[in-house]
């Protein structure tokens, strides 16, 4: 999956900084798909705001018929396929011949329109929507790579252990000393997370975001084939607002994994 304008475009001073409304993936139940069936893709996205639902507007091109992914928001060919958290792209699309761009647009409470002086879609006031694309690759044959699967995800601190369902709402306890001390966010991918492929297995690189404190370091990567628990550290002021933590578990062949909570302080 590849981001663009409103996610890993703008400048931040960290990768795993999420200051503002960002599509972190583009999730399927495989990166690629046989000619003629029906895929599913749903958009995981963090916002420091809770206060507004973020409305997602979808889109897919033939990428043979543009000239790079991010052109699919303004190309002439470009199909328009509705608006939601999650979207199919129909059968009918999918032939033998194609590899697909699909492109998610994000807005805070109202659908993005296109701007036509950006090239690409707009929120209300003219500030551009959080934009990502993911490709989805056609196979007649072979196996089809599936996105490596998460055990469980956890934060940890000291002996205490949080281990939060795959989104939604968990708790975590107000720390009652100083210094507090780093919650270290932990996931556990399952055994067959890393598959092989003509041979070569897959390294999963797993990355960590917050919309608030900092994380470190952005990313843990496995050796290929390697399967084990990744983890970073995560700082923040206990008590303060509701923020966001997630990570994403990428397999490097468009696969990714997701999850994603948002902290109530008890």
Not at 116 to 139: I, Q
Not at 152 to 163: S, Y
Not at 167 to 184: H, I, N
Not at 211 to 218: E, K, N, V
Request: with cysteine; charged share 20%; proline share 9%.
């Amino acid at each position: 999956m590849f981001v663009l304008a409103g996610c890993d475009g703008l400048a931040q001073v960290s990768p795993s900084g999420v200051h503002d409304l960002r599509v972190l993936a583009l999730t399927t139940a495989t990166p690629e798909v046989r000619p003629g069936r029906l895929i599913r893709i749903e958009a995981a996205i963090m916002d420091p705001l809770p206060v507004t639902q973020p409305v997602v507007r979808w889109r897919v091109c033939d990428e043979s018929e543009i000239p790079d992914p991010r052109a699919c928001a303004a190309a002439d060919g470009g199909i328009d396929l509705g608006f939601g958290p999650g979207v199919e792209v129909p059968a009918w699309a999918v032939s033998a011949t194609r590899s697909l761009v699909v492109l998610a647009a994000v807005c805070r409470g109202a659908p993005a329109e296109f701007d036509t002086s950006l090239g690409h879609f707009a929120c209300a006031g003219g500030a551009p929507a959080a934009e990502a694309f993911r490709r989805l690759v056609v196979h007649a044959k072979g196996k089809l790579n599936r996105p490596p699967e998460i055990e469980r995800w956890e934060l940890v601190r000291g002996a205490l252990v949080v281990r939060p369902e795959a989104s939604g709402e968990f708790v975590l306890p107000r720390c009652d000393r100083t210094p507090c001390g780093a919650w270290t966010v932990r996931v556990v991918p399952n055994d067959r997370a890393s598959e092989v492929t003509a041979g070569v297995p897959e390294a999963l690189v797993a990355s960590f975001y917050a919309t608030a404190g900092t994380i470190d370091p952005p990313r843990d990567a496995a050796a290929p084939g390697e399967v084990r628990p990744m983890t970073s550290r995560w700082i923040v002021a206990d008590g303060l607002g509701s923020p966001q933590v997630g990570v994403v578990l990428r397999d490097q062949r468009g696969g990714e994994s997701v999850r994603i909570g948002r902290v109530a302080w008890r």
